[in-house]
């Protein structure tokens, strides 16, 4: 059986309900496993990449960075992890 594809939503608060610092942490991991474009611009990776939802930033990633990018998935889910953020999955089409 195939599992369908989920996003998981990170957010910039820990599992006690505190803020995390700092406040860019989703810009850095982004850019992070981004890229530039032929055009010289900053092209975020379509398996991660920032979003603000309900007010606040998150960084939104898409099951399917598992197998396209393993390592890019892992270095995300040790982050997130390591710094006891906040993360749920939804349907694929939820977060957008």
Known sequence: MTQQPYMLIIEGVREDG????P???????STTIASFGPDHRLRY??????????????LV?????RDENPAAFEYVMAFAKANQLRMHEVPFDAAE
């Open 23 to 29: 406040s860019d942490w989703v810009e850095r991991i």
């Open 18 to 21: 505190s803020r995390f610092r």
């Open 61 to 65: 990633v898409d099951s399917t960075l």
């Open 45 to 58: 990776a379509p398996g991660a990449r920032p979003k603000v939802i309900k007010g606040q930033k998150c």
